[in-house]
């Protein structure tokens, strides 16, 4: 069984860094593409970032490259997602997602298979 756990959000001032992690099991993070997603109030969910391990690539939405890293830690594995630099229209909850190397999209929620229970992110101004 697969599961994954996000932890470290919480409430940030505007230009303050937060780092969050997925903890998962049942699944190498490794072997899988690993992504965030966010969902804002009232919004649908979004993509944010993704890693291909096996490829080594990573994506980011525009409005986070340069300030968001996806990385991992097969020893623990954790997926993280160190955000620097925020803004309050970064604030939402945060969602952990693990998929097959094999989809097409990364950046489209359908096409994952596992999710986790998410965390919020709130960015005061």
């Given amino acids: 069984q697969v ?4 932890s470290g959000g919480g409430l940030v001032q505007a230009g303050d860094s937060l780092r969050l992690a997925c903890a998962a099991s049942g699944v190498a993070v490794d072997s899988a593409v690993m992504s965030w997603f966010r969902q804002s109030a009232g919004k649908e969910r979004d993509f944010v970032s993704a890693a291909r391990w096996d490829s080594g690539r990573t994506y980011y939405v525009d409005s986070v490259k340069d300030r968001f890293t996806i990385s991992k830690d097969n020893a623990k594995n ?10 309050p229209e970064d604030t939402a909850v945060y969602y952990c997602a693990a998929a097959t ?7 489209r ?3 994952y298979d596992y999710w986790g229970q998410g965390t919020q992110v709130t960015v005061l101004s």
């Fill in 3 to 6: 599961r994954l756990v996000e």
């Fill in 78 to 87: 954790t997926v993280y997602l160190q955000m620097n630099s925020r803004r």
């Fill in 101 to 107: 190397p094999y989809l097409a999209n990364v950046n």
């Fill in 109 to 111: 929620s359908s096409e």
